[in-house]
């Protein structure tokens, strides 16, 4: 690596890390996806953290020291890329949590990118605008993949054969990044479709009850800390739809619209609508190939969300809140038979979804509905719960 040139170190969230690993490495960002969690980097993180922190923070303080103990890492030339947001939430301090942590375990000269949701993630890279399309073509991919997993595993004849797939398709989609995405990543969407298609499948299947699941982005997504909650339903006879990454990026773009139209900035405003059109021209294209593949193939328009949330919370309050409200609505309005809220404990976010349960399922048809609260120091009764549940 040359003199002066930091590596990236990205930390396994989700499967979603290695196309933006790969989009990185396009543009010549040198780029390392860290391995992903396990009970040693959360040992490690809550060495350090005092214990009022969520789940997550504890998690990502602990992946970068593993890799940090190693002897080929140099803080001097190192970069942890943590991502961050305005707002009540506790995920809007981790930038400065991790900071003050990283500098108590003597990696001082380490750095933190930390692109912010108030613009839309907008600036990385030496080519932010590559970058950041880049990256979401990536997203878009990899939630499309879960789809495909979630809606064929439950189903498939032969055990495997769904993970199989998705893990080839993976490895298309990250060669697709490398490549440059575009037209790329519509082939290996493509490519994915027919591999999915070609599964030998129970038509059984079909009578299997679907279960949304929302709330917390990094406990929904990342299976180390939910522990994999979607194959714990499989298991159980359920099928899921999980709230997809992309909603996030879509909300953000929302309320920097939301901002900039009540602050009277109109250039603002006309930029993050070329920015929501730009995302939504890729995520179509992407779609295009499994559209009549996927049960269900769209997400609803982020403004339909947040017209699903205003009358139990207003959106412009913010915080992952507003998108589990109106993705609840939604999935009642999809006619799924229940509906899991993650959120770690005590996170203020998942609170407030939680306290309003009780009305949205009031005016939905007393939609099944169970809460499930993470920590650092396991779970219990899940299995009951979830028995019970479904």
Same mark, same amino acid.
């Given at each position: 690596?040359?003199?002066?040139?930091?590596?990236?170190?990205?930390?396994?969230?989700?499967?979603?890390?290695?196309?933006?690993?790969?989009?990185?490495?396009?543009?010549?960002?040198?780029?390392?996806?860290?391995?992903?969690?396990?009970?040693?980097?959360?040992?490690?993180?809550?060495?350090?953290?005092?214990?009022?922190?969520?789940?997550?923070?504890?998690?990502?303080?602990?992946?970068?020291?593993?890799?940090?103990?190693?002897?080929?890492?140099?803080?001097?030339?190192?970069?942890?890329?943590?991502?961050?947001?305005?707002?009540?939430?506790?995920?809007?301090?981790?930038?400065?949590?991790?900071?003050?942590?990283?500098?108590?375990?003597?990696?001082?000269?380490?750095?933190?990118?930390?692109?912010?949701?108030?613009?839309?993630?907008?600036?990385?890279?030496?080519?932010?605008?590559?970058?950041?399309?880049?990256?979401?073509?990536?997203?878009?991919?990899?939630?499309?993949?879960?789809?495909?997993?979630?809606?064929?595993?439950?189903?498939?004849?032969?055990?495997?054969?769904?993970? =199989?797939? /998705?893990?080839?398709? @993976?490895?298309?989609?990250? &060669? +697709?990044?490398?490549? $440059?995405?575009?037209?790329?990543? !519509? %082939?290996?969407?493509?490519?994915?479709?027919?591999?999915?298609?070609?599964?030998?499948?129970?038509?059984?299947?079909?009578?299997?009850?679907?279960?949304?699941?929302?709330?917390?982005?990094?406990?929904?997504?990342?299976?180390?800390?939910?522990?994999?909650?979607?194959?714990?339903?499989?298991?159980?006879?359920?099928?899921?739809?999980?709230?997809?990454?992309?909603?996030?990026?879509?909300?953000?773009?929302?309320?920097?619209?939301?901002?900039?139209?009540?602050?009277?900035?109109?250039?603002?405003?006309?930029?993050?609508?070329?920015?929501?059109?730009?995302?939504?021209?890729?995520?179509?294209?992407?779609?295009?190939?499994?559209?009549?593949?996927?049960?269900?193939?769209?997400?609803?328009?982020?403004?339909?969300?947040?017209?699903?949330? =205003?009358? /139990?919370?207003?959106? @412009?309050?913010?915080?992952? &809140? +507003?998108?589990?409200? $109106?993705?609840?609505?939604?999935? !009642? %309005?999809?006619?799924?038979?229940?509906?899991?809220?993650?959120?770690?404990?005590?996170?203020?976010?998942?609170?407030?979804?939680?306290?309003?349960?009780?009305?949205?399922?009031?005016?939905?048809?007393?939609?099944?509905?169970?809460?499930?609260?993470?920590?650092?120091?396991?779970?219990?009764?899940?299995?009951?719960?979830?028995?019970?549940?479904?």
């Amino acid at each position: 690596m040359p003199t002066g040139i930091r590596k990236t170190y990205i930390p396994y969230m989700c499967d979603h890390a290695l196309a933006l690993e790969a989009a990185l490495q396009a543009l010549g960002v040198p780029a390392e996806i860290l391995p992903p969690p396990d009970e040693e980097t959360l040992a490690m993180g809550r060495e350090l953290c005092l214990g009022r922190e969520c789940l997550p923070l504890f998690v990502a303080i602990g992946d970068i020291l593993r890799r940090a103990r190693r002897p080929d890492f140099e803080a001097s030339r190192a970069t942890y890329f943590m991502p961050t947001t305005c707002g009540p939430c506790r995920f809007g301090q981790y930038r400065t949590s991790l900071r003050q942590l990283l500098d108590e375990a003597g990696l001082n000269e380490m750095t933190i990118v930390s692109p912010n949701a108030a613009n839309g993630y907008q600036g990385m890279s030496d080519q932010p605008q590559r970058f950041r399309r880049l990256a979401w073509q990536g997203i878009v991919c990899v939630d499309l993949l879960l789809k495909l997993r979630y809606q064929y595993r439950p189903i498939e004849r032969h055990a495997g054969d769904a993970d =199989r797939a /998705y893990w080839a398709s @993976l490895d298309k989609v990250v &060669a +697709a990044m490398h490549d $440059g995405g575009g037209r790329h990543a !519509a %082939r290996a969407m493509a490519w994915a479709g027919e591999q999915f298609a070609a599964l030998e499948v129970d038509p059984k299947g079909d009578r299997r009850p679907w279960i949304g699941i929302l709330g917390e982005f990094y406990l929904r997504a990342n299976t180390f800390t939910n522990p994999d909650l979607a194959r714990l339903v499989e298991q159980l006879g359920g099928r899921v739809w999980v709230a997809p990454m992309l909603e996030w990026f879509y909300f953000s773009v929302w309320g920097a619209q939301a901002h900039a139209r009540r602050a009277g900035r109109p250039g603002a405003w006309l930029k993050s609508r070329l920015v929501e059109g730009v995302q939504r021209y890729d995520e179509e294209r992407l779609l295009r190939p499994l559209r009549e593949q996927l049960t269900f193939a769209h997400e609803s328009p982020i403004g339909e969300l947040m017209d699903n949330a =205003r009358p /139990y919370y207003e959106p @412009l309050l913010g915080t992952e &809140a +507003a998108l589990s409200v $109106g993705k609840a609505v939604d999935f !009642a %309005r999809h006619g799924l038979n229940g509906v899991i809220n993650i959120l770690p404990f005590s996170c203020m976010p998942g609170l407030v979804v939680t306290g309003l349960a009780e009305a949205i399922r009031a005016d939905h048809a007393r939609l099944p509905w169970l809460d499930v609260t993470y920590d650092a120091q396991g779970g219990t009764n899940l299995q009951t719960r979830l028995e019970a549940l479904l």
